[in-house]
């Protein structure tokens, strides 16, 4: 009787494994193996044979299963082996696999302590013995089991001969049906929060989705970027070579919603944004765009639950491929096809012979062609070429004023053309008389022959004595060839004046103009504030006046331009303590000037100054703004931010030098210092310092 039972059992449990084998076959990435806590289970697999793909799935197998380390010795891998690539380089180590780890759609920065690198023991050889983590506080065994209930009812929802459209689709579906939005609960811009409690916001749909499709085998691309509602997120799914959109969170909508919806999902790029609410703003990252072909038999368009397998079995997928007008048919015997705009081969059968898509099998139109090194005959209708070959010059030259070549005996074309060379030329013996033209370049002058390109006469060009000028320049033309300028300049003003009228006049090409404007300057004043003195000048004119105002300090014997072609008889002044002269100079339009100069004594020091009053900040949905406050006199201040992760023991420089005292900022979730430095003209500077905890990745 125990025998029996024993049949029984061990029948039972062949019988379950056998069932488990066609449920979860071996290359599945729904590999199943021993249960180590009740509800937890493996869920990971390689995806290929390398050593790298079977350390990836005994890791994330592990953190799953909240192992406190992780045995790898029979996978023999050395450190150097465990890469991680990223556009800034390649990076290996225990670095690279916790950046593994956070790549993976479902741990994100949850699952380990953020900014912790693993930590390995090691075997005599050198390779790597066990792995260990430092779990997030949050990843605990209870949230594990509920992300695996969750993940097993959506995957349970996968066949094993389901079609890569049919898993596409009942995962969305599942996730549309299950998870409602809401931003109430812990995690819900993660997958991990999603499948937990079942309520996300859009990150946590997409990356959701993200995981699911990847445990699938479906390759699919997180997007993040602007809508008409604000920053958002959503899903590129690749299915039979084309990128289509997919946005879970906008087919579940707001609030209670019982049905699943499918206005957005599996749709090219002008469906996608059809009533303009997805915007352009994604094509603007590194997303894959122009995803013009779309599907043509929406079958699941007004399924209200999630689509059953007879449906999906009836209604086989069928894309409408868009071509660009240059794709041709390529033919076989059988089949013709061609390249659709997404990259993919289109295959169909021949519809008869001749075919009327692809013309295969008709009476063919032939046509002669050439390029510049072969012939052939080319078919008008189907483009099929024949007689190919390389032109065959004859041995004759044909040659008129200009050029000469030679002609292919087959096709007539003109090969190997060229200017004569020579008079006679060299080549084919061409001889005409010379057509002398005057040529020249920026220093020499020649005559030159239109035919054959022979030149006499080349020498430099030799100025003449005369000046040419106008309001604002001078030059001296060439003695031979006139139209070439020389010694081209800018006038070299100095100014005269008698009793009736001030002239200005050019001390290189003699140019005199008249000056017709005039000021005078009547004096200095001044003011002398606590913080800065104002220095001005009275004045007389007729005309709209400009000033510059500079000073001479007596003690470091230095000029200092205080102001510069102004409109203002003012001028602000922050001088040290010392002795000066200080110096005004008017100019009209016209160009007349005139200055004076007086004495000035400063008894204390008016140097700018700033300083830093404390931060100020604005958390925001998608950044942190950081500000500084301050006093100064100056009006040119410049800041520069910084910030330094202490979990990375990084700088970052945010800016460098603007004149905004606030800031953009968009870290990762942290621990980090904040710098801000401010500079003066005169390369005074100060700085202050703050500690800032950023709670999740911006």
């Not at 445990?215 to 084309?242: D, M």
């Not at 206005?263 to 303009?276: H, I, K, P, Q, V």
């Not at 004096?523 to 913080?531: E, N």
Request: charged share 20%; glycine share 6%.
């Amino acid at each position: 009787m125990i025998m029996k039972r024993k049949k029984k059992l061990l029948v039972f449990i062949v019988l379950f494994v056998l069932g488990l084998s066609l449920v979860f076959p071996s290359n599945d990435v729904f590999a199943l193996s021993n249960e180590s806590t009740p509800g937890i289970y493996d869920i990971f697999a390689e995806k290929d044979n390398s050593k790298l793909e079977k350390l990836k799935a005994r890791v994330f197998n592990g953190i799953l299963h909240h192992y406190t380390e992780i045995e790898v010795d029979d996978i023999d891998i050395c450190e150097e082996e465990i890469v991680w690539t990223t556009a800034l380089g390649k990076y290996t180590g225990a670095f690279a696999l916790r950046h593994l780890v956070q790549d993976n759609s479902l741990f994100s920065t949850i699952a380990t302590e953020y900014g912790k690198d693993p930590v390995f023991t090691y075997k005599e050889n050198g390779n790597i013995k066990t792995v260990k983590f430092s779990y997030a506080d949050g990843w605990t065994i209870e949230l594990i089991q509920k992300i695996i209930s969750s993940y097993t009812e959506a995957r349970d929802l996968i066949q094993p001969n389901d079609s890569d459209f049919a898993k596409i689709l009942k995962l969305h579906d599942w996730i549309v049906k299950n998870v409602s939005y809401g931003t109430s609960t812990t995690y819900c811009d993660f997958a991990v929060g999603t499948l937990v409690n079942r309520k996300a916001i859009c990150a946590g749909y997409a990356q959701c989705y993200q995981f699911l499709l990847e445990q699938s085998g479906i390759e699919n691309i997180y997007v993040a970027a602007n809508t008409t509602n604000g920053a958002h997120a959503w899903n590129l799914v690749k299915y039979n070579g084309h990128w289509f959109h997919v946005d879970c969170t906008w087919d579940r909508g707001v609030g209670p919603n019982p049905n699943v919806h499918h206005d957005y999902f599996m749709l090219n790029d002008e469906e996608f944004n059809a009533n303009g609410a997805h915007t352009e703003d994604w094509k603007n990252y590194k997303y894959p765009s122009n995803n013009k072909c779309s599907i043509e038999n929406k079958f699941y368009k007004d399924n209200t639950d999630i689509a059953n397998d007879s449906q999906i079995f009836e209604n086989p997928i069928r894309i409408k491929h868009e071509f660009d007008a240059s794709a041709i048919y390529n033919t076989s015997t059988t089949e013709h096809w061609r390249t659709c705009i997404a990259g993919t081969e289109i295959h169909e059968k021949h519809d008869g012979i001749p075919c009327s898509i692809c013309q295969y099998g008709h009476d063919h139109q032939w046509t002669n062609q050439y390029d510049n090194t072969k012939h052939w005959q080319e078919c008008s209708i189907c483009h099929l070429k024949q007689n190919e070959g390389n032109h065959q010059a004859n041995t004759i030259w044909s040659k008129d004023g200009n050029y000469h070549w030679k002609i292919c005996t087959t096709c007539g074309y003109e090969t190997a053309k060229t200017k004569h060379q020579g008079n006679p030329c060299n080549e084919c013996n061409y001889e005409s008389s010379h057509q002398w033209t005057n040529q020249h370049d920026s220093t020499k002058h020649w005559q030159e022959c239109t035919i054959c390109h022979q030149r006499q006469n080349e020498e430099n060009h030799q100025a003449d004595t005369t000046w040419y000028n106008d309001g604002n320049h001078h030059w001296q033309v060439c003695t031979k060839c006139s139209d070439i300028k020389m010694n081209v300049g800018n006038h070299s003003w100095e100014q005269y004046q008698n009793e009736t009228q001030h002239s200005k006049k050019c001390t290189v090409c003699g140019y005199e103009v008249a000056l017709t404007d005039n000021v005078s300057l009547k004096g200095f004043t001044w003011q002398v504030h606590d913080d800065r003195i104002l220095i001005g000048t009275a004045y007389d004119t007729n005309a709209d006046v400009r000033f510059t105002f500079k000073s001479y300090n007596l003690d470091t014997k230095k000029w200092t331009t205080l102001g510069e072609n102004k409109t203002s008889n003012w001028q602000t002044w922050l001088p040290e303590q010392g002795s000066y002269w200080i110096y005004v100079e008017a100019t009209t339009p016209d160009g007349y000037t005139t200055n004076q100069v007086m004495c000035f004594a400063v008894g204390k020091n008016y140097s700018p100054y700033v300083s830093l009053n404390g931060f100020t900040w604005q958390v925001l949905l998608d950044r942190i703004n950081i500000g500084t406050a301050y006093s100064t006199n100056s009006n040119d201040v410049r800041f520069t931010f910084k910030s330094y992760n202490l979990d990375t023991k990084k700088w970052t420089a945010l800016s460098n030098e603007k004149a905004s005292n606030w800031q953009t900022w968009y870290p990762k979730k942290g621990n980090y210092w904040i710098y801000v430095e401010s500079t003066l003209p005169n390369g005074y500077k100060t700085n202050q310092v703050m500690c800032f905890a950023v709670g999740r990745n911006y």
